[in-house]
T-cell receptor, first 113, second 121 residues
Framework: AQSVTQLGSHVSVSEGALVLLRCNYS??????LFWYVQYPNQGLQLLLK??????LVKGINGFEAEFKKSETSFHLTKPSAHMSDAAEYFC???????????FGSGTQLTVLP | DAGVIQSPRHEVTEMGQEVTLRCKPI?????LFWYRQTMMRGLELLIY????????DSGMPEDRFSAKMPNASFSTLKIQPSEPRDSAVYFC???????????????????FGAGSRLTVL
């Protein structure tokens, strides 16, 4: 069984501030982990993914995430928020040979001017 | 590539009517997924196909829902009869073969369509 918990359904940051979106996972086997972003009225787009290579994963738009097995976490960060980062962010986990992604409940990021 | 194409983008219908949502996956992708997104339940996987064959439909809420994939370039999700609680955004996603061709891999990335927003009155 696998699951994802995203802490904080809404996060607000000021433009230029650090973005930190939290994700904890549960998986009985080594997981594959993903962050997707959803802009209003659009589908989900992949930001980055972890597939057992480097634990620090760099994605698009300046985002990165670090896989920490001891903490079962895969938090998403960006050093400096931009207004265009305002969107909903989803963490997702996939295990073993399963082709099914389990999504977290999402975190709505608001960037304040 | 035009990406995953879904139609209609918006559908408003009355309770009891049949609804058909359509999806064209990315050419060369051999897996197709139907998701439903609501405020209450978030993103739920309804069904997925591999090489046009339904692999897991355990997420389909009830017999009113059915999905087909007659060929590699087309899939439908049908709701008959529709009910107000079916109102949601329905997403189609596709992914390419894993390493080794047909090997199913959890590492593969899904490409999502823009979604079909369904409102059942």
């Amino acid at each position: 069984a696998q699951s994802v918990t995203q802490l904080g359904s809404h996060v607000s940051v000021s433009e230029g501030a650090l973005v930190l979106l939290r994700c904890n996972y549960s998986s009985s086997v080594p997981p594959y982990l993903f962050w997707y972003v959803q802009y209003p009225n659009q589908g989900l787009q992949l930001l980055l993914k972890y597939t057992s290579a480097a634990t620090l994963v760099k994605g698009i738009n300046g985002f990165e995430a670090e896989f920490k097995k001891s903490e079962t976490s895969f938090h998403l960060t960006k050093p400096s928020a931009h207004m265009s980062d305002a969107a909903e962010y989803f963490c997702a986990v996939s295990s073993g040979s399963a082709r099914q992604l389990t999504f977290g409940s999402g975190t709505q990021l608001t960037v304040l001017p | 590539d035009a990406g995953v194409i879904q139609s209609p983008r918006h559908e408003v219908t009355e309770m009891g009517q049949e609804v058909t949502l359509r999806c064209k996956p990315i050419s060369g992708h051999n897996s197709l997924f139907w998701y439903r997104q609501t405020m209450m339940r978030g993103l739920e996987l309804l069904i997925y196909f591999n090489n046009n064959v339904p692999i897991d439909d355990s997420g389909m809420p009830e017999d009113r829902f059915s999905a087909k994939m007659p060929n590699a370039s087309f899939s439908t999700l049908k709701i008959q009869p529709s009910e107000p609680r079916d109102s949601a955004v329905y997403f189609c996603a596709s992914s390419s073969p894993g390493r080794g061709g047909n090997l199913v891999s959890g590492a593969n990335v899904l490409t999502f369509g823009a979604g079909s927003r369904l409102t059942v009155l």
